[in-house]
């Protein structure tokens, strides 16, 4: 499908006269989509937002269970405006994350630039507490910190 996208674009930009400016931005355009994700565009995506996901679908609209669930535990603790990116529109996303990560699976969770983990990690950290911690070290406080706050207060 991408070999076919290309021909086309190819075929309608190059003609049999002398190069012109438009035949030259096409082409850089699509030289440009060559090897995007380096690891130097990793290190500074991750490092963008507080708290960053790689995954599948959008957080409006998680295209897979396990994306949802992130998604949900995030909502829970009151975490918005992270970065989220979705590996289901981009093949070298969705294959340089894992190699950048050294883990096989999406969601991919990062809190201050630091790998946390997949849904099964995550899920586990905000079970335990911990997730509540990794926030705190960002500068992101928890809505499940407050409600235990009231929770003891009531008590």
Same mark, same amino acid.
Not at 27 to 44: G, H
């Given at each position: ?5 290309? *021909? ?6 190059? #003609? ?15 030289? %440009? ?33 396990? #994306? ?6 995030? *909502? ?17 996303? *969705? ?55 009231? %929770?003891?207060?009531?008590?």
């Amino acid at each position: 499908m991408a070999t076919l996208v290309v *021909r086309r674009i190819l075929n309608k930009s190059l #003609s049999f006269g002398p190069p012109t400016g438009r035949i030259t931005a096409k082409l850089r355009f699509l030289s %440009d989509q060559v090897a995007t994700w380096t690891t130097e565009k990793f290190d500074e995506v991750v490092k963008k937002d507080k708290v960053v996901v790689f995954m599948k679908g959008v957080p409006e609209q998680p295209m897979c269970g396990f #994306s949802n669930a992130v998604v949900q535990i995030l *909502r829970m603790h009151g975490v918005e405006g992270y970065g989220a990116y979705n590996v289901l529109e981009d093949e070298e996303l *969705r294959q340089g994350v894992k190699e950048y990560s050294s883990w096989p699976t999406v969601p991919q969770v990062y809190i201050g630039g630091e790998f946390i983990g997949g849904c099964d990690i995550v899920l586990q950290l905000h079970q335990q507490g911990e997730l509540i911690e990794e926030l705190q070290k960002v500068g992101i406080r928890s809505l499940l910190l407050d409600k235990a706050e009231e %929770d003891k207060k009531d008590t």
